[in-house]
């Protein structure tokens, strides 16, 4: 496995399973890149948390979709792994720290800033425009590989309200690789049919807060918080239509740090 997926999966203490047995992580060896692991039989899981930090680097394309100003580009991510959570079934029955190194790489992109009248639907509503935004992102993430050919875990978002200077809103959507593997690329060009699928997917869906089926992501490192199932609905809702033939000017390289896709990573 990869850095990411080894600070992920088999960190000290994480439970992984493999060929049907599971085994607690004893050591991991940073110097060496070895992991010990000793089987046991555990009833309980553990679930990664982390903090994720996202600049622009350069903005290659822009485009505006119902009035949302639209970017795709160069960015550079840190992931920090902070901590764990150890739980049994949906009961959490601990939390413990990580010290992990960041991992940071360079990868493309796609974000979107919805409108300003988006953002004075969702205070009008009284929904979260936080959880909106994460719930969105996870939707997108979701409905991706349908569009994009890929695994969700290939992709890595990153949402939040209040991005740089301006504190404007913003979803990111990015390739989990360095350097990118065309995925946002792909994505970009088809934004208008991603945006309508995400927003079916909630939509569509019977619940009435959002569940694993809608907008809870199983690789969120925010532990699934804060997301709202109606103002995602409205941020995508507002995004559904076909791509406008303006321009829009380019989004400067701020950085947005997120407790995360956030800023709310995954």
Known sequence: MDRGQAFREAHKGAIMLHQGETYVVSEMD???????????????????????????IQTLETRV???ARCAYGDVEVTEQYTSYKIKRKDTIIGVEPLVLPPITFRTKAFWVIPTPDTGQRLAGSKLDPAGGLHGAEHAVIAIMPLHVMCDRWDIGGLSSPGFGENCEPVIFVYDGYEGGIG????????????????????????????????????????????????????????????????????????????????????
Do not use: M, W
């Not at 940073?30 to 089987?39: A, D, I, N, P």
């Not at 309980?44 to 622009?56: A, N």
């Not at 569940?211 to 992501?217: G, L």
């Open 30 to 56: 940073l110097e060496t890149h070895t992991v010990r692991v000793t089987e046991s039989d555990v009833d309980y899981y553990t679930q990664p948390l982390k903090v994720v930090d996202l600049s622009i």
């Open 183 to 266: 995925l946002a690329e792909k994505a970009y060009e088809i934004l208008p049919d991603i945006f309508s699928s995400a927003h079916e997917l909630i939509q569509d869906c019977g619940c009435d807060e959002g569940c694993p089926s809608c907008i809870y992501s199983p690789k969120c490192g925010n532990d699934n918080q804060p997301l709202d199932k109606q103002a995602a609905i409205l941020v995508l809702g507002d995004l559904c239509s076909p791509p406008e033939k303006s321009e829009c000017p380019g989004i400067s390289a701020e950085s947005v740090q997120a407790s995360s896709s956030s800023g709310n990573f995954f």
């Open 65 to 67: 979709i119902k009035g």
